[in-house]
């Protein structure tokens, strides 16, 4: 987004700072770990109902509103998506991937402050049935470990924008000419665009942190689509319809039921960590500038087998700063720093090799990209609708919009805006999905 527009905007921005939730909170609370096996794939399965919910086609015509702009950001969800009003597609999906027994169905974990998600009845989370990553359990299709040799990077938690923290990440990282994967938070995104732009055009790799980083072990299978779909669909506008092949769950709390919605109906494959700075408490007294230094240190200089995957954020100054003054001692010890996404076989979108990389055309099928009623778009329909003309913003998604833009003075967008939204989401398949 221009500084013009920005500056247009500056309102918003005031107000968005009242509501995106508080770094602290986004914080991550695992101990590190890295005692298990290296998983032995490194990749997930190329054909998936992933395809069918975000397809382009070489005359589909679609042209995506510029990142930051109304158009851009209307439709979607301004916090926690509301499962009641997601695509039919993506409901679609998830009921025929749930049919075809590829969800299990294991119980939502109860979220207790403090402490990580519990299971109802005692169930033990690292039973083969749950396998929580958040008790350590490392499923086979999961991504822990980086191969060996390699410092595998990636940042959690932006963009961000305050003290210029993902300017500044990237402003490095561009002087030492390498790139990063930012897992990124869709609500983050939505409203610190330029940010977003600023990583993305400097060919960094973008990928799903979530909608509003929640404990996604204790959401329902349709809360976890709208916090996966929303935050894919939003990426996918924002790179020239690029499908993120890579996700991150908050805290690190995933189970079998959450990788496998993830897998099965986006296409996506978890990545994890095997070492934690706990760069996200320096700024709460969690941790210390010193600490962190060490831990680097000690992990930097030791074993190259498996190579690292650290978790780290761009969620503050001195977290970026704990990178920054690590950065010359992981080059004298001899690692391959590499964006994450990139080290797995270089591709990092399910439709693209990288962020300049020609976008491929994915599960198209010739006359697939018209709607029901033969227009020139598809049409989008909430599965809670029983409506068959298809064409309808939902009224949560109307709503937050009407409130967005009241606040923001942007009053009297709302048709282009929904006219936009509903051609950005063209590309959604009307046929079912599986
Ligand atoms: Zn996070």
Redesign the pocket.
């Given at each position: 987004m221009s500084l013009i527009l920005l500056a247009s905007l500056f309102p918003l921005f005031s107000l968005v700072s009242a509501v995106v939730v508080p770094s602290t909170s986004?914080?991550?609370s695992h101990d590190s770990y890295a005692t298990t096996t290296t998983p032995g794939s490194w990749y997930h399965q190329s054909s998936h109902p992933v395809h069918t919910l975000f397809r382009r086609a070489p005359d589909d015509g679609i042209e995506y509103p510029p990142v930051g702009s109304p158009a851009w950001s209307s439709g979607f969800p301004r916090d926690a998506p509301d499962p009641a009003q997601l695509p039919r597609q993506w409901v679609d999906a998830l009921n025929a991937a749930v049919s075809a027994g590829k969800i299990p169905s294991i119980p939502i974990s109860q979220n207790t402050p403090g402490t990580n998600p519990t299971y109802p009845g005692g169930a033990n989370p690292n039973s083969p049935g749950i396998c929580s990553a958040t008790y350590k359990c490392r499923h086979v299709d999961d991504i822990w470990d980086a191969p060996n040799g390699v410092f595998a990077s990636s940042f959690?938690?932006g963009p961000q924008p305050a003290c210029l923290i993902t300017p500044k990440l990237v402003d490095f990282l561009r002087t030492n000419n390498v790139t990063t994967t930012h897992?990124m938070?869709g609500k983050n995104l939505l409203f610190y665009p330029s940010q977003f732009q600023m990583a993305f055009s400097a060919g960094h790799d973008i990928a799903v942190?979530t909608w509003t980083?929640p404990y996604m072990t204790t959401l329902s299978n349709e809360q976890i689509l709208g916090e996966l779909g929303w935050t894919m669909l939003l990426i996918h506008n924002s790179t020239g319809g690029r499908v993120p092949r890579y996700w991150?769950p908050?805290?690190g709390d995933s189970d079998n039921r959450v990788r496998a919605i993830a897998k099965e109906v986006f296409g996506l494959t978890t990545v994890i960590w095997n070492q934690d700075t706990r760069d996200?408490s320096l700024t709460t007294n969690g941790t210390t500038p010193q600490i962190v230094q060490s831990s680097m240190h000690e992990w930097i200089s030791g074993p190259k087998s498996p190579g690292l995957i650290i978790l780290e954020?761009e969620?503050s100054d001195q977290s970026v700063s704990a990178f920054i003054e690590a950065y010359p001692s992981i080059r004298s010890n001899g690692w391959n720093f590499a964006s994450l996404a990139q080290v797995v076989d270089g591709k990092v979108y399910q439709n693209a090799d990288n962020s300049t990389s020609a976008v491929t055309m994915v599960g198209i099928m010739p006359g697939s990209i018209s709607s029901a009623s033969g227009s020139s778009t598809s049409t989008l329909t909430t599965a809670s609708s029983s409506s068959s003309s298809g064409n309808t913003m939902s009224a949560e998604s109307t709503n937050s919009v009407k409130a967005f833009n009241a606040a923001t003075s942007l009053q009297g967008r709302m048709s282009s805006a929904k006219s936009f939204f509903l051609m950005a989401l063209s590309f959604l398949a009307v046929n079912s999905a599986v």
């Open positions: 986004l914080a991550h959690d938690d897992f938070i942190h980083h991150r908050p805290y996200w954020h969620v």
